[in-house]
């Protein structure tokens, strides 16, 4: 069982990969994703990392209001994602 934690107020410098690096201190990383501008390619400035749900609570209570360059994060549960009326 996984579950996915949502990481705000990213520098706008992070990648995916220093991201995975930040939670590997804690535990296993299945996978870690910064969200990105579709037209861009830019940072959005949050991103979500998927755990083994036993150490989710661990990542969140270690990052939670961490100072990562300069900026201290956001980190909780991520909530299921909304569904959206489609655009034509």
Do not use: H
Not at 4 to 25: C, H, M, R, S
Not at 43 to 71: H, K, M, Y
């Amino acid at each position: 069982m996984t579950k996915t934690i949502y990481f705000g107020n990213l520098p706008w410098a992070a990648t995916n990969e220093d991201l995975e690096k930040a939670v590997q201190q804690y535990c296993e990383v299945i996978s870690a994703r910064i969200a990105t501008d579709r037209e861009t390619g830019r940072s959005r400035g949050f991103g979500f990392v998927e755990v083994p749900a036993d150490s989710a609570q661990t990542v969140i209570d270690a990052l939670n209001g961490a100072d990562w360059g300069g900026r201290p994060l956001t980190v909780n549960e991520a909530k299921p994602r909304e569904e959206r009326p489609r655009r034509f």
